[in-house]
């Protein structure tokens, strides 16, 4: 494979890990942060790709950074689990609005960073309405220890990494109240439901949920205290007020602001999330983390 010169926006735990990835791969790598002193125009100039791992508050500003910087044959992959507070757009799209003629590729799974970084085995889905491009960045990332598959539900396989960080606050929660695995299965099971019914509705394909970017993603961010959004729940179960769980965190649980935008949407297009409902209320601090357990058992019975 010809090596391609890559720029990684964002040297948070994801994009360092995905610049290890890359380089072992031998591809020329540039990396850029808010931090870094160089200008993201200069960062650009002459790569082949161009990935983003910034948070999802960094995304419209980076974009707009680049507008007629980018040329119209580099790759853009977005690796962003995230919605946008303003638009309710979600990474993809606002990349696409800005770059029309661009190859967009989405690269989500259950990738947990400090796992990829000390050498353990995952896989992941990089999807893209442009197959030649999901290929060439399939190519870019793959190995004996990083396994990379293809997809043609970009939105899918970006919604899938986005909604289940809802569903890990959740999980947390329930861990942290210590209710057991049977209460954490319903909670999963039904978590999965509704991310399908959210997803599907946005016009994504209900088969994309059942594979890594969903349920994958869905049972590695649930299950592990390595993920931000579960140690958000967690810690709100052991009592612990949000603003002190967030000021605590080795960089953004990006399912809080998740919570609130799917809230609106789902007020507005009249979707059913009972999940999302009382996470949204538990992080306001509407509800106790017990109450909101009690919320959920006690819903009015009806067909699975």
């Not at 959210?198 to 088969?207: D, H, R, S, V």
């Not at 009249?270 to 999302?276: C, K, L």
């Amino acid at each position: 494979m010809q090596a391609k010169t890559i720029a990684i926006l964002g040297t948070g735990a994801w994009g360092t890990a995905l610049a290890s990835l890359a380089s072992r791969n031998g591809h020329p790598l540039r990396l850029w942060s808010r931090r870094c002193p160089e200008r993201l125009e200069d960062v650009i100039v002459s790569t082949q790709m161009v990935v983003s791992a910034v948070s999802m508050s960094g995304v419209s500003s980076v974009v707009a950074q680049l507008e007629n910087v980018i040329s119209a044959d580099t790759i853009i992959v977005t690796s962003t689990k995230g919605l946008d507070s303003a638009t309710s757009r979600t990474p993809s799209q606002i990349w696409q609005a800005a770059f029309p003629n661009n190859p967009i590729v989405v690269l989500s799974g259950p990738n947990l960073s400090k796992e990829i970084q000390q050498g353990l085995p995952a896989a992941t889905v990089v999807a893209s309405s442009d197959t030649s491009a999901a290929t060439a960045v399939q190519a870019v990332f793959s190995s004996s220890l990083f396994r990379v598959y293809t997809n043609a539900d970009p939105l899918g396989v970006e919604l899938g990494g986005t909604l289940k960080n809802v569903m890990a606050i959740a999980s947390g929660t329930c861990d942290g109240l210590q209710l057991g695995t049977n209460a954490k299965a319903a909670l999963l099971t039904r978590g999965l439901a509704e991310i399908i019914r959210i997803g599907t509705w946005w016009g994504a394909k209900t088969e994309t949920f059942y594979g890594l970017s969903g349920l994958g993603d869905l049972l590695a961010t649930c299950n592990s205290n390595l993920s931000r959004n579960y140690q958000v729940g967690y810690g709100l179960a052991q009592g612990k007020t949000l603003p002190e769980i967030l000021a605590q965190l080795e960089g953004t649980a990006e399912g809080v602001n998740t919570t609130q935008v799917l809230m609106r949407l789902a007020q507005q297009q009249n979707i059913y999330v009972p999940i999302t409902y009382e996470v949204d209320r538990l992080l306001k601090g509407e509800i106790t983390p017990v109450a909101t357990v009690d919320a959920l058992m006690l819903r009015d019975a009806r067909p699975e």
